[in-house]
């Protein structure tokens, strides 16, 4: 039976679960989880499971907008995201977990300011090598921004 862990933001709207073991915790030199200051662990999308509702989260995307980005819309904690190179995995806080302690593993430092920045107007504390985005055809002005690239459908354990 593998072990199942539980995960709260601070104020406690925001309830998940994570079943497995937690062998990979990571923190990331992206400008984003700099700022987040997050230590991460990571599992494949059935291993995560929503226990309150979708509408308490809140999504930041930025970006390829591949990776989402969900925090608790009342105490601002973030919770988990989906990846952008792996989008059917959830990173996690590790910090939310309020039954694991991280106090004994090694952690691997992920390199996340060397991934490109595909944005059309990034930021330029941004860093990481610059990918210009598709232009746009006359016609289908904005097409890149307003259509972004599919994402992966929720699991069925994730739907709300
Ligand atoms: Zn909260």
């Known amino acids: 039976m593998p072990p199942t862990y539980h995960g709260s933001c601070h104020c406690g709207a925001v309830r998940f679960e994570v079943t497995g073991e937690i062998t990979d915790i990571a923190t990331c030199d992206c ?28 999504l930041y995307e930025w970006n390829k907008r591949v990776a989402k980005h969900y925090f608790c ?3 601002g904690i973030y919770t988990f995201h989906r990846k952008r190179a792996q989008p059917d995995w959830f990173s996690f806080n590790i910090h939310c ?22 944005a059309p107007d990034p930021r330029p504390e941004w860093p990481g090598p610059r990918v210009t985005p598709p232009q746009p055809e006359s ?7 307003l259509n972004p690239p599919a994402t992966v459908g929720m699991s ?5």
């Open 97 to 118: 977990l309020d039954d694991f302690d991280p106090a004994n593993m090694t952690v691997r430092a992920a390199s996340g300011k060397d991934m490109t920045v595909e």
């Open 31 to 58: 400008s984003l989880c700099r700022k987040k200051n997050a230590l991460m662990g990571k599992v494949p999308e059935a291993q995560l499971r929503l226990l309150t509702d979708w509408s308490e989260l809140g």
């Open 73 to 75: 819309k009342t105490c």
């Open 156 to 160: 069925s354990a994730l739907k709300p």
């Open 139 to 145: 016609g289908r002005a904005m097409s890149y921004r």
